[in-house]
């Protein structure tokens, strides 16, 4: 396409020269940080070897991240037990998290046998089968996989990864009122401003324009997806290591089935937040060319974002439950490891499978769509 | 060169605001004339293609009015000029013309001379929301020329213009009508007397006179208000 990156500097141009772009920019960066970081911050009061120590949540968490390295290879198992029982403030880290995240209910210790450990943690993963209505068959495969796992679980730290998947959890949310603030000018502000009289009549003004449009609001959406995940993730990752990328995903989520690593889900979340800002993009400028106007899509993007807060479709409506659950702010929440499968060519394929050709098939049919109206869009009423 | 405007019609609902026009155009500065709502705008509008007409076709020299072909030789100024109000003066004729295809050096000689052309080249650096009124017209021109169009419409053009800057336009738009097809549509009757080779005059819709200035026979203005009804 001729003219393409000539033209693209000046869509950028168009979007950087708005104050309120980098308002916002700054804004949701530096909630994304205090989020992520404001707890190494503050200043802690913590038993530690009998004594009452003061210390800020930095230096804390690097004496966890010790701890945690010292128990690495420590089997969850009846001996851990009893040395927990035993003097529950000799064993320090985050495996207590997990053990009492395997319970799921109040943190009893003191009644645990490795038995009734691993009961329990079942029992919670076939509650979450039930509360899904997973049909027999899907019972059956998740069985299967639950065979898989290695028990008892053997301990790894798993450095700040599971918060850092937390917290890009955040700044998801945040790239959405990004997108719905920013993206929709790109096609809106033509009609407000009257330019697409000039535009439309120049030789490269239909497909040429039209497709550097869409190349500045799509790479836009994704370069801002991901800084704001950078800035959500790399304060935990750099105070509480990236050691553990391998680790299991049962030490941070004991009720997961799948074989994934805490490295993996962290870098699927990752995507997801990308993905997610790929499909917001590409449904605020149709939306912004379908509607002729920029503040539109933007109220229409925030106000379904904060339906998505409010609204839960029962688990019991099988199909249409599945369907909201693939909605951006439901998948890039702790929706993104539910046992919500959908069977295909014999197989059975996972949320996060399923997921991002979803969302790129949606974002591409829109952008098409939006072409249509685009390259027809007639002056009147002037 | 010539531009075929073949029984262009324009309805929206029960109102025709273009009522099935025919002509052939050469090269020649064409004044169009009319009262508001005559059905300029809108017929300026299907012939730059940003309106679909109801009925009929446009076509330069074979080229329909919907191909890049078409719009690859067309200048267009319409009468509310829209502008990004944080570009500079260069900046909105720089991303016009790579609109308009031309490539970056060819842009930047063309802005260069086109600037100089309608004098804003002291405030070339400066966002296109400061300039006044004239200024931001003469912008309008500029961007409109950048393609050195074989066919430039425009619209209400002097709109703004100090009578200076109008007398410069003039001897501009003759200049350019010796080998281009230029459509100018005006209120302005003085700004087409003497610089028009055929007045074309609307009423509601319809081309009621097509003439030479000598056939109007002198007082270009008088003869317009006798067409409206306006003289007895």
Not at chain 2, 57 to 75: C, M
Not at chain 2, 88 to 109: E, I, Q
Not at chain 2, 133 to 147: F, H, W, Y
């Amino acid at each position: 396409m001729r003219n393409f990156w000539m033209l693209t500097k000046y869509e950028y141009k168009k979007i950087f020269q708005k104050k309120m772009v980098w308002v916002m920019f700054v804004v949701l960066s530096g909630i994304c940080f205090l989020m992520s970081s404001v707890t190494y911050f503050a200043t802690f009061t913590k038993e530690v070897d009998g004594k009452e120590e003061k210390m800020s949540g930095y230096q804390w968490m690097t004496r966890i991240r010790e701890e945690d390295k010292e128990l690495a290879g420590t089997s969850i198992d009846e001996a851990f037990l009893s040395r927990l029982k035993e003097n529950p403030d000799s064993v320090g880290g985050k495996i207590t998290d997990t053990v009492g995240m395997m319970q799921m209910e109040q943190y009893d210790v003191q009644s645990l046998t490795e038995q009734s450990l691993y009961e329990k943690r079942l029992a919670n993963v076939q509650k979450e089968w039930e509360i899904y209505h997973l049909n027999k068959e899907e019972k059956e495969y998740f069985q299967k996989l639950e065979d898989t796992i290695t028990k008892p679980f053997i301990y790894e730290p798993t450095g700040g990864y599971d918060k850092a998947t937390r917290m890009m959890m955040v700044s998801a949310l945040l790239q959405t009122l990004l997108a719905a603030v920013c993206i929709p000018a790109i096609f809106g502000d033509e009609h407000s401003l009257k330019t697409d009289q000039l535009t439309l009549c120049t030789n490269l003004g239909k497909r040429t324009l039209y497709g550097v449009k869409i190349f500045t609001g799509l790479s836009f959406s994704v370069i801002t997806s991901m800084l704001l995940c950078l800035v959500s993730a790399l304060p935990s990752l750099i105070v509480e290591g990236t050691e553990g990328f391998g680790a299991p995903i049962q030490l941070t989520q004991p009720d997961v089935s799948f074989a994934l690593t805490v490295g993996q889900v962290f870098l699927m979340m990752f995507g997801m937040c990308v993905l997610a800002g790929v499909l917001h993009g590409a449904v605020a400028m149709f939306l912004s060319e379908k509607l002729k106007n920029p503040a539109a899509p933007m109220a229409i993007i925030v106000g379904f974002l904060i339906v998505t807060f409010f609204v839960n479709v029962p688990e019991q409506y099988r199909v249409l439950s599945q369907l909201w659950d693939y909605v951006p702010q439901n998948v890039t929440s702790w929706g993104l490891l539910n046992v919500r499968m959908v069977p295909a060519f014999g197989e059975y394929l996972y949320k996060w499978q399923v997921v991002p050709v979803l969302w790129l098939t949606i974002s591409v049919a829109v952008t098409v769509l939006g072409y249509q109206f685009y390259k027809r869009y007639q002056v009147t009423g002037r | 060169m010539e531009l075929i405007i073949d029984r262009l019609k324009k309805q929206y609902g029960s109102k025709i605001a273009v009522d099935r026009i025919s002509r052939k155009l050469t090269p020649g500065v064409y004044g169009l004339l009319g009262a508001n709502g005559a059905g300029k705008t809108t017929l300026m509008r299907m012939l730059c293609g940003i309106l679909k007409p109801t009925g009929g076709s446009v076509s330069l020299d074979g080229f329909d009015v919907s191909s890049e072909e078409y719009r690859k030789a067309l200048g267009y100024l319409p009468q509310d000029f829209g502008y990004y109000p944080n570009f500079t003066g260069k900046d909105f004729l720089m991303y016009m013309a790579a609109l308009k295809g031309l490539d970056k050096n060819s842009a930047k000689k063309r802005c260069r001379e086109l600037l100089n052309l309608v004098g804003l080249e002291s405030v070339a650096g400066k966002k296109v929301k400061t300039y006044s009124g004239g200024m931001k017209q003469r912008l309008g021109i500029a961007q409109a020329l950048l393609n050195r169009p074989k066919l430039l419409i425009l619209d209400e053009p002097t709109a703004g213009l100090d009578p200076k800057e109008r007398v410069r336009f003039r001897d501009l738009i003759a200049e350019l009508g010796e080998r281009n097809i230029v459509i100018l549509s005006t209120h302005i009757v003085l700004d087409i007397e003497h610089i028009a080779d055929r007045i074309l005059m609307m009423k509601d819709g319809q081309l009621i006179f097509d003439g030479t200035p000598y056939e109007v026979g002198g007082d270009l203005e008088h003869f317009y208000l006798e067409q409206f009804g306006e003289v007895e």
